[in-house]
């Protein structure tokens, strides 16, 4: 309608408006007494980019890319359809986007947001405090943490991602071999597909291709397809062998259980604490399953560089009686079901001598004759 020769839009529900290019163009909005157009250019203007737009607070913003826009103090929207809001920051790769304090958005459809975050590279996305996201289509989240490795994440504290697809958690933890990962406190996996999880100061070196440390402290290797754990004092298995040493440090490899090897280097000790009667501490349960020749357990024993002098035990049983107040102690007891077969206490080749007694009286020939011994010489 028109009102003192002023053409207005009547919002009182009294007359149907109708709206066109033409009549919006025309026509002149205010709001109060103030042109609404006035307003507009008062907070926005176009920036040197095609149809850019910057917040016209005087303080320095540039929207030089196609379409863009660029809100806050001293920022710059330099890409084709970017945005950047906040304090000093930019965004200058084409679909990029920035917010926050001086952060930068570099690469194409790159994204950092916080406080001097930057992603550098193609997809690459940037956010928290001083992160930086310089791999392709890399990840960097927490506090001066760095993903430069082509697809790579990392997030925590002065975290690094090198490798391609690599990944870096927790606290100055560092993944530089493709494919590694590296989680815990001051943790290092230099190799390819290697990793260290939990644990701190723990490292695979280079050469530990396919390797891993599982928590500990100080655990280092560089053994290829291996586990390290740091728990299981002297046990640690590499190649296709089962080790035993004094270092304090396990390694695993799957190879190595298949081969049904145990190599003990030092003393391999079982220490058991019986917890009710007729207890075992090591006990072999076998079935032959209709095989002949079937040990339970065989022993292949070579000798040292003995003398006439010298002895060596290959299985040494040593009984302690101080707690006893009486009773037998057998220290070879052998037990049989009834069956068909010849069963035997001992079994003793043709070229060795049976018993070897030290002292004493090995049994009176009554004794011998009852249980069946039949040479008593």
Known sequence: ????????????????????????????????????????????????????????????NIASGLSSIAIGSGTTAGGTESFVIGKSSKAIGNFSFSSGFACLSSGIESFSSGFKTSATTNTAVSLGNSTLASGTQSLAIGTSTIASGTDSVSQGNLSVAEGNRSIA?????????????????????????????????????????????????????????????????????????????????????????????????????????????????????????????VNAQHISYVTGAIISTSEESVLLVN??????IGGDVVALQVLATSGNTRTYGMGIGATIKPIKQLSGTFGDADSISANTIENTS
């Open 1 to 60: 309608r028109t009102s003192g020769g002023t053409r207005e839009i009547d919002l009182s529900g009294s007359t149907n408006n109708i709206f066109s290019a033409t009549s919006i163009s025309a026509t002149t909005f205010y709001s109060g007494s103030t042109d609404v157009s006035d307003l507009i250019n008062q907070y926005f203007a176009s920036g040197t980019g095609v149809n850019s737009i910057i917040q016209n607070n005087e303080t320095g």
């Open 169 to 293: 958690l927790g606290n100055t933890t560092l993944a530089s071999g493709d494919d590694s990962f590296a989680q815990g406190f001051k943790n290092t996996s230099e190799e390819s597909r290697s990793a260290t999880l939990g644990g701190q100061q723990n490292s695979i070196l280079p050469g530990g291709t396919n390797s891993v440390v599982i928590g500990g402290t100080g655990i280092s290797g560089n053994s290829p397809n291996t586990v390290y754990f740091p728990t299981l004092k002297g046990l640690y298995i590499t190649g296709d062998t089962l080790s035993a040493t004094t270092i304090n440090t396990q390694i695993l490899s799957a190879t190595s259980i298949s081969a049904n090897t145990l190599l003990v280097s030092g003393t391999s000790e079982i220490v058991h604490f019986a917890k009710n009667s007729d207890d075992h501490a090591f006990e072999i349960d076998v079935n032959a399953k209709g095989f002949g020749d």
């Open 319 to 324: 009984i302690d009686e101080i707690d006893s």
